[in-house]
């Protein structure tokens, strides 16, 4: 049955999710230079998939009986990730970069998840944790191959 510490972890991941579906706009919105068409449109499908991701795992949690961030504040406040707004004057290959970082870090986070939820025996949580990790070795896969092909780097 549901436990805290898994509640507490959704949340986590809720708030990181939210704080990362805004800074995917940054990018979208701030990308300038030569790939701009392919990242501006890239961008975008990346923060399609976040916010997907973001609701399924809000909607889990209540499911489970916890209570999602809903707000920007507490988004900011319990995300692993960082909000920049200087990072929108960065290169579009440094974006790219970021971008890596910061899948890194949510892929660490969501590993965390998928032993978290396995100890705990919740397999529904287990499960949405694992396709996550699925996609994001994927974008991550991607992105790498876009900066070893890229000009700007
Ligand atoms: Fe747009």
Known sequence: MAHTEVQDYLNKLVATEGLFYIRLHQFHWYVKGSHFFVLHEKFEELYDRTTEELDEVAERLLAIGGEPYATLEEFKEHSVLEERVEDK??????????????????????????KLTDEKEDVVSNDLLIEMKG??????????????????R
């Open 135 to 152: 996609n994001i070795d994927k974008t991550l896969w991607m992105l790498k191959a876009y900066l070893g092909d890229s000009a700007t």
């Open 89 to 114: 004057k960065l290169s579009e290959g440094e974006m790219v970069e970021a971008l890596v970082k910061d899948y890194e870090t949510i892929r660490t986070f969501v590993g965390e998840g998928i």
